[in-house]
């Protein structure tokens, strides 16, 4: 699975459902994290993002490319992404 914004792939967590031993042991789906919602690893691939999403550090009041987060960062549960069962991804976290 790819990040919706920055289209890098999403490092996955785990399955989530029913998974206690008192409960059916049914997997609803897939726990991701975009592992640039806490920074990206090097200059040029924050430039790159920037260059994507059609900003600038300027713009965004930025002094330095390592303040540069994707922006699911600011979606729910800070970069989190779940699939449901049919795959479909979805930003947040699983309730």
């Given amino acids: 699975m790819k990040c919706p914004f920055c289209n890098i792939e ?10 206690a031993l008192h409960q ?3 997997v609803l ?7 640039n919602s806490d920074g990206f690893e ?6 790159d993002y920037l260059l994507l ?8 009041c930025l002094s330095s ?3 540069v987060t994707c922006e699911s960062y600011k979606f729910y549960v800070s970069g989190s992404f ?3 069962k049919h795959d ?8």
């Fill in 10 to 19: 999403l490092l996955d967590n785990g399955i989530y459902g029913y998974l």
């Fill in 24 to 26: 059916s042991g049914e």
């Fill in 29 to 35: 789906g897939r726990i991701f994290k975009c592992p």
């Fill in 42 to 47: 090097s200059e040029e691939l924050a430039k």
């Fill in 53 to 60: 999403i059609g900003e600038t550090l300027n713009k965004l």
């Fill in 65 to 67: 490319w390592e303040e």
């Fill in 82 to 84: 779940y699939t449901d």
């Fill in 88 to 95: 479909n991804l979805h930003e947040g976290y699983p309730c």
